[in-house]
């Protein structure tokens, strides 16, 4: 199964909005829901932002957002902050009990 | 609060074994998959192997299958990792996490894997 593609990078200045994508193919993000997004600090444990596409943990901002349009994924990041600045990673369901990551995108808030 | 903590990560040498542990605690642990996804130096996180809550089902990704085990004792809350024949390629942080919902929702601090001569 091959890791789901995202951009190395991404930037933007606080009080602005950031979208990372996140594409698969029609065998994951095409076929399933499940869709989810996390967020890892160095030296740190990443941590749930966003599942079944576009729903939100209790305790994660409204500022993130997801949404699905065919085979691509994307994380909208609104309002930046300067904690924001981290790696985010997306992950979809591929099937017969398989599970596959996109290779991460490093946020950088300018 | 819900928490996971691994441990048993340790160095060993290429062809070597080593068993993974995570303690659950604040949650039915039996209510709940479970997974174990690595993260190699520097590089992105990957899915490794994951298992159910209740029938014990399990899943393996490509990289791993016939040489890692998952199990887990629903009675101790614990979940493991038997991991055989290790290669340098293995070295990694383990994460162990929850699966809900299909996502991974609550993640332990990590355990270093180490494979080298």
């Known amino acids: 199964q091959s890791a789901l593609t995202q951009p190395p990078s991404a930037s933007g200045s606080p009080g602005q909005s950031v979208t990372i994508s996140c594409t698969g193919t029609?065998?994951?993000?095409?076929?399933?829901?499940?869709v989810s997004w996390y967020q890892q600090h160095p030296g740190k444990a990443p941590k749930l932002l966003i599942y079944v596409v576009t729903k939100r943990p209790s305790g994660v901002p409204a500022r993130f957002s997801g949404s699905k349009s065919g085979n691509t994924a994307s994380l909208t990041v609104s309002g930046l902050q300067a904690e924001d600045e981290a790696d985010y990673y997306c992950n979809s369901y591929a099937g017969i009990n398989n599970w596959v990551f996109g290779g991460g995108t490093k946020l950088t808030v300018l | 609060e819900e928490l996971l903590v691994e441990s048993g990560g340790d160095l060993v040498q290429p062809g070597g074994s080593l068993r993974l542990s995570c303690a659950a605690s604040?949650?039915?642990?039996?209510?709940?998959?479970m997974h174990w996804v690595r993260q190699a130096p520097g590089k992105g996180l990957e899915w490794v192997a994951g298992?159910?809550?209740?029938?014990?089902?399990?899943y393996y990704a490509d990289s791993v299958k016939g040489r890692f085990t998952i199990s887990r004792d629903n009675s101790k809350n614990t979940l493991f990792l038997q991991m055989n024949s290790l290669r340098a390629e293995d070295t990694a942080v383990h994460y162990c996490a929850r699966g809900d919902a299909g996502a991974f929702d609550v993640w332990g601090p990590g355990t270093m894997v180490a494979v080298s001569s």
């Open positions: 604040g949650f039915t642990f039996s209510n709940y998959a």
């Open positions: 298992i159910s809550g209740s029938d014990g089902r399990t």
């Open positions: 029609s065998s994951d993000i095409g076929r399933y829901n499940f």
